[in-house]
Nanobody
Framework: QGRLVESGGGLVQPGGSLRLSCAAS????????MAWHRQVTGNQRELVASISNSGSTVYADSVKGRFTISRDGAENTVYLQMNSLKPEDTADYYC????????????WGQGTQVTVSS
């Protein structure tokens, strides 16, 4: 059901901020839980944050209090606002979606790179 395209990645200094965007096209995403995952080469892909179709959110302990996930009123774009960035946040970030009552993410974007370095 459609496609997901991420943007907004780049190079930022420690302590800085960055906002990632995930543009959704197609039909049905208003019924989906949307999420951001990240992956470092050679490591497992991990859930960073997710948001339900009703606005409830879940965050990884490592980003709680620093990152905020949101979706726009039209539910066509999902955002990840990243503040107080640390070098350990460096990774490829992926947008994903699944049915609200499902358990596995079935739709994935191509990823956007985030590098936190002085």
């Amino acid at each position: 059901q459609g496609r997901l395209v991420e943007s907004g990645g780049g190079l930022v200094q420690p302590g800085g901020s960055l906002r990632l965007s995930c543009a959704a096209s197609g039909t049905g995403f208003s019924f989906y839980r949307m999420a951001w995952h990240r992956q470092v080469t050679g490591n497992q892909r991990e859930l960073v944050a997710s948001i339900s179709n009703s606005g409830s959110t879940v965050y990884a302990d490592s980003v709680k209090g620093r990152f905020t996930i949101s979706r726009d009123g039209a539910e066509n774009t999902v955002y990840l606002q990243m503040n107080s960035l640390k070098p350990e946040d460096t990774a490829d970030y992926y947008c994903a979606g699944r049915l609200s009552m499902g358990g596995q993410y079935t739709h994935w974007g191509q990823g956007t790179q985030v590098t936190v370095s002085s």
